[in-house]
């Protein structure tokens, strides 16, 4: 049974940075892919970013310059460090693992960010 727990979320102010952790549990032959999803309310979950098994990132046009993906393989971690936090930024934080053909998600972590 594999599982992710998520840590860091929490209140901060405009400009602020806050630094989410996930780690899986579990037995994990390989994870292919690590991410970052965001969901505010009313609106759709979005990819924030994801950083490929060989290191290759991907970020979200809205994150890109501010959020910093990373991985830890020998510890089955990801993170993602968040500067210049905007009101904007304010959602539920999902991890989302991928190992081929299965895909793990987090329970989510509440990120708020005041004016």
């Known amino acids: 049974q594999v599982q992710l727990v998520e840590s860091g979320g929490g209140l901060v102010q405009a400009g602020g940075s806050l630094r989410l952790s996930c780690e899986a549990s579990?037995?994990?032959?390989?994870?292919?892919?690590m991410g970052w999803y965001r969901q505010a309310p009313g609106k759709q979950r979005e990819l924030v970013a994801s950083i490929a098994s060989e290191g290759r990132t991907n970020y979200a046009g809205s994150v890109k310059g501010r959020f910093t993906i990373s991985r830890d393989n020998a510890k089955n971690t990801v993170y993602l460090q968040m500067n210049s936090l905007k009101p904007e930024d304010t959602a539920v934080y999902y991890c989302?693992?991928?190992?081929?053909?299965?895909?793990?998600w987090g329970q989510g972590t509440q990120v708020t960010v005041s004016s």
């Open positions: 579990g037995r994990l032959v390989s994870i292919n892919s």
């Open positions: 989302n693992f991928i190992s081929y053909p299965r895909q793990f």
